[in-house]
């Protein structure tokens, strides 16, 4: 009865094991069939580099060039401004925090992470866009400069997690043999401990940056959705994420603007994949 | 209960004895020191002298407070939240606690019972201190390296592999290497805590006959679990038993004729 039981439950988490794989793969094809059918329309050159963006003209301009720059640039200022900000925030909450400050810094951190991305977008809009608009002397606040902010909060509570977790698990030896050798503590936080843990923190970025890359609401919100090739962080931009929610509605399934929206979520999946594999890398490395 | 003060002034008696070279003078002098971690009193109104030149062993049983004691001299108990001292430590006619504790490591160093080098190439780990000090020139460096790493009789054996990160070395390497990278900082004391407890018989007596080299050059305390290297490499050896000091005497002295019979009990093995 016993060895039954065992059978039995073997068999379901074996099941449930498989179920995930089996949705993923699913998932994965049907995005494969719907979106590989816009090559038949246009050829991949002209999709991922062609400049324009006009899938409802006739005929349909389907380049979305302008897209992955607008995801881009948005990407690269978030990372700008929250890698700093964060990895800093984790040696401080790792290394030099009181317990009770960083109890409160780690509650905090976790709050961030809580508030629903439809939110954070919403108080941008009412915030930070007007403000941009006229600190900038702008037509309009709803730029890449108020995206990359906005999206800059999102990536931080991930960043600081895992650096700080990182951090953590380098080898008090480490330490202990740094400072009895005369180090100061800021010494061996930059000469040992943040190098120890350097591929820790570049995972916890590469997590960061593929929030940043997925996200969809705030930015949809407040970047103000031009799908035009920016030339400065003071413009509208859209990006991947943008566009297919703001566009799938509109589409006629079957068509070839509904296509390309589907090959557009292929190149959003190849790219986050690779930066979770990297970030994946990254952390393997450390455990070695 | 042995008063600590009574065993001082025994000892003294004692060191009429003890052969020129040891009895240079005070080097560190301890009065009653006491330190807590958070509620747990884990040494118990200590005084002890620990003289130029000599290898002072600190035996005892596992929490009798004497790793606790080595880390307060350096200091570096004080990283920890909840630690609480009293009582003086005087290193050459200076209190540690107004020193500047940057300064009080580079002058005490430590090697550590687990082999800890640093993530880091064989070179870099014995120029580390030296780096932080300011010495950039890379034949200064190479020289304190050299140097450093005869003294701890490690040259020889790696002299052609210093660009190998050090966790390539085997572990009685790796603990000479952190000898040779205390040395580097040229040092007045050096702790050693347990440095041969992960180390194989080999391995140990290499560590051994470095550290009785070194005696000459620097004063050494030793914490050791191994009662036998206490009577191999110790000039004065200190028993230590939950947190208080037993007895301070000669090495000879302690082990073949101890005052206290809880040292007698702990030296034949009847317990710890």
Redesign the interface.
Known sequence: MRKFKEFIIEKLILLSGLTSIFFVVLIFLFLLKEGLSVFQIVTPCDFLFGKSWYPISEPAQLGILPLMMGSLIITLGATIISVPIGVACAVYIAEVA??RIKEILKAGIELLAAIPSVVLGFIGMMTLVPWIKNVFHLPTGLTALSGSVMLAFMAMPTIVSIAEDALYSV?K??K?????????HW?TIY??IV??ASSGILAAVMLGIGRVIGETMAVMMITGNAAVIPTSILQPVRTLTATIAAEMGEAVVGSEHYFALFAIGIVLFIISFIINVTSDLFLHRERK | MVNPVKNIKSDDVCNRNVPEKVSHGIKIDIHNLNIWFAENHALKNVSMQVFSHEILCAIGPANSGKTSFLRTI?R?NS?L?NFKTTGAIVLDGQDITKMDV?????KV??V?A?P????LSVFDNVA??AR??GIKNRNKLNAVVERSLQQAYLWQEIKDRLNESAFKLSGGQQQRL?IA??LA?EPDVILFDEPCSGLDPISTTKVEEAMLKLKESYTIILVTNNVKQAARVGNRTAFFLNGELIELDRTEKLFTAPSDQRTDGYIRGKFG
């Open positions: 009181p317990s080898p030896s480490y202990e043999g740094a400072l009895a050798l005369g180090a100061t010494q000469r040992i190098p120890a | 350096n570096l990283v939240p940057e300064l009080l490591r580079k160093g430590m550590f687990m800890s080098p640093l993530p580390y201190g932080m000090s952190c990278r205390t900082v």
